[in-house]
């Protein structure tokens, strides 16, 4: 099946014309406002014109750049998720990547683009998300459907317990390094932590002491 190629839309312009450098910051303006608006409040709870009133710009320019608002939703999430599957690309093609390397890069994705664990947790993860059969179809194998296989390449390689399950292994992995920033206005507070650079590097250490003592060799 057709993956969806992760890129924001772009109207049709003709072939060689300039790129309009207004056009494209306007843009990029609504894609921010929008993924904002998503993440903090909702998809049913934000409307075209919420996110054009706090873009600054006409509901109509929404539709001209973005289509209908599920068609923006889409374009919001496959921008969101841009670092991460340039990240783990870059882990497949890297050979010698631990699972500790695996973990890592997603604690440092998740703390440098803190909406993309709140996004994918509304929208995707909950019962009736709005985007969960979208993301399923297009986008996990991107994602999360590429850890079991990296998980494996460890494991083969003679680096991890041998009765490892790439799967189940893979899935706890996700789960620990992106639960503490789902739950981070909750986390902060009660336990006193703080997950900005120096939090999310002991993070970082905590997960690996974790995955050395329960998967490692």
Known sequence: MKQ????AATPDRSRGRPVDTSQQDLKARILDTATQLFTDLGYAATSI?????HAGVNPALVHYYFG??????EVVL???????????????????????DIAALLIRTAAAHPNIPRLLTREVL???GEMQAFFIENLAPQLGGALPGLVERERNAGKLR??????????MILAMCFFPFIARSLAEPVFGIDLE???A?????????????????
């Open 197 to 199: 650079s120096k939090g």
């Open 126 to 128: 909950l019962p009736g």
């Open 201 to 217: 590097d002991t993070l970082t250490q905590h997960v690996s002491e974790l995955l050395k003592r329960g998967l490692l060799t």
């Open 162 to 171: 041998e009765d490892t399950d790439p799967a189940y292994a893979a899935l």
């Open 4 to 7: 969806t190629k992760l890129s």
């Open 49 to 53: 014109r919420n996110i054009a009133d």
């Open 68 to 73: 209908s608002k599920h068609s923006l939703l």
């Open 78 to 100: 496959q921008h969101s998720l841009e670092p991460m599957v340039s990240a783990l690309a870059s882990l497949k093609t890297n050979e010698s990547a631990s699972v500790e």
